[in-house]
């Protein structure tokens, strides 16, 4: 039915029939009566909507048109909908202001990007920290401010892993830099000061390596002192016992201390150019298997098969790759029983990636553990390690020289079934044949 806004528009369209029929009736001019009323109509009409656009365009409530019919209903209408836009324009404004206070607290520099790389909006850190300035920068590629290829990379890649930089304002403050993609056409860049924590674990790194430095040279002079000792024939059976222990006891903390120092080596230099060098790694595994692997495994009564891919090359440093094959290798060898197979392979996967994989049918590591194996003197069994000469730091070196060559290292094993080291060198590392 009719609402009371229809009713009123009705009765005036009625009255001017009326006033139309009544101006026929006196006048005798039926048309002309008709047409004076429909034009009074539509110049009323036309009034009307002359008032709601200038009250529209000003929007001065002074000027809210008054009227009756379908143009009050029209009117109230539009009242409420401004009034309704209006308070969600206060809460969406207030809401703005406490993100944006929120975003400006925050002790990161806090950059919003678009799809395009460019600035839409920095808070007060970002220049402190990048020297990004809103009113300045708004607009600009991010990539023309910050000219690090790290940087570029993460951007084109919209990888969120953290990657550490120097500040562009300050070489002496380091930076965690770390892109968040929102939506499509939304990307936030976060950058936070971790000086401090950097200082402190060049700090650790130093100690590490001087405190090994400066044992190398004292342990070297007790080894050689014990064995020429040992040397003496007038020595009683036991004290040459315990002579031989602290002999083989000096030996490995010499040991501990090479890893210790090969670790701090490769935590504190870039791969250089002689990384580049192409690795035949058919010659590097074989070589291994026959020399030194053999030896080992003859008193330990393993059975070594190899499955090489000899066309199969990569770039790489030699020695640090060396040290890798020969780690994985030697540990299937001294964590696993008399009687077991071991199998190296080298092969190319269908992604491209160059692989070795050392498997053994030992008795393999639980699963609670594996997480731990590349940590510095994680042991699964610290007596057996102890005991066949391990370090405890073999596996952290291993990863250490594959994360270096953009390598991953990937560890399965099932208890009673044996483990599987691969390790994947990239496409790029991958001497094309
Ligand atoms: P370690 O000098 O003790 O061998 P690593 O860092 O090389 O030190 O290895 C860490 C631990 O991982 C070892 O102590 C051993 O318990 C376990 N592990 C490594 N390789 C194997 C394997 N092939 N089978 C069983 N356990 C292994």
């Known amino acids: 039915m009719w609402n009371g806004y229809q009713q009123a528009e009705w009765m005036r369209i009625v009255y001017i029939i009326l006033g139309a029929i009544l101006g026929g009736v006196l006048s005798g001019y039926w048309l002309i009566s008709l047409c004076i009323a429909l034009f009074l109509y539509i110049l009323w009409v036309n009034y009307k909507l002359r008032q709601i656009y200038q009250w529209l365009e000003t ?17 109230t209408k539009i009242h409420a909908l401004q009034k309704n836009y209006d308070k969600r324009k206060v809460r969406m404004d207030k809401l703005l202001r406490r993100f944006q206070g929120i975003i400006t607290g925050l002790p990161y520099a806090t950059i919003v990007l678009n799809d395009k790389n460019e600035i839409d909006w920095v808070n007060e850190h970002s220049r402190l920290l990048l020297g990004i300035d809103l009113k300045k920068d708004r607009g600009q590629r991010i990539e023309n401010l910050i000219r690090l290829p790290k940087v570029h990379k993460t951007l084109d890649q919209n990888s969120n892993k953290e ?16 892109l968040i993609p929102v939506q499509s056409d939304l990307k936030l860049l976060i950058a ?38 040992q040397a003496d024939e007038n020595l009683t059976d036991s004290l040459r016992a315990s002579l031989i222990t602290a002999s083989e006891q000096a030996l490995r903390m010499q040991r501990i ?10 935590e504190n230099s870039e791969l250089n150019g002689e990384s580049n060098r192409e690795l035949n790694m058919t010659k590097i595994l074989t070589s291994i298997c026959n020399n030194e692997i053999e030896l080992l495994s003859e008193n330990m009564h393993h059975t070594l098969i190899t499955d090489l891919c000899s066309d199969l090359k990569i770039r790489g440093s030699e020695s640090e790759i060396v040290s890798v094959c020969s780690n994985l290798i030697h540990n299937a060898i001294r964590h696993t029983a008399k009687g077991t197979e071991i199998k190296v392979s080298w092969k190319k996967e269908v992604n491209g990636e160059a692989c070795l994989t050392v498997e053994d049918n030992g008795a ?38 594959i994360q270096r060559h953009n ?21 790029d590392r991958v001497v094309s044949s």
Not at 194 to 219: G, W
């Open 192 to 229: 936070r000061d971790i000086s401090e924590s950097v200082h402190i674990r060049q700090m650790r790194k130093n100690f590490i390596a001087n405190a090994s430095h400066e044992l190398r040279t004292p342990l070297t002079v007790i080894a050689g002192y014990l064995e020429i000792i």
């Open 364 to 401: 393999g590591i639980p699963v609670e553990h594996l997480s731990h194996l590349t940590e510095r003197f994680y042991r699964v069994d610290k007596g057996r390690s102890k005991n066949t000469g391990g370090t405890g730091l073999g596996l952290a070196i291993v990863l250490h020289i």
């Open 59 to 75: 929007k001065d409530p002074t000027k809210i048109p008054d009227s009756d019919g379908f143009w009050d209903g029209i009117i």
């Open 407 to 427: 390598g991953r290292l990937d560890i399965q094993s099932k208890v009673g079934k044996g483990s599987t080291f691969v390790v994947c060198f990239p496409v």
């Open 163 to 178: 990657i550490e930089i120097v500040s562009p304002r300050d070489p002496n403050c380091q930076l965690a830099l770390q």
């Open 257 to 266: 201390i090479e890893d210790l120092l090969t670790l701090s080596r490769l």
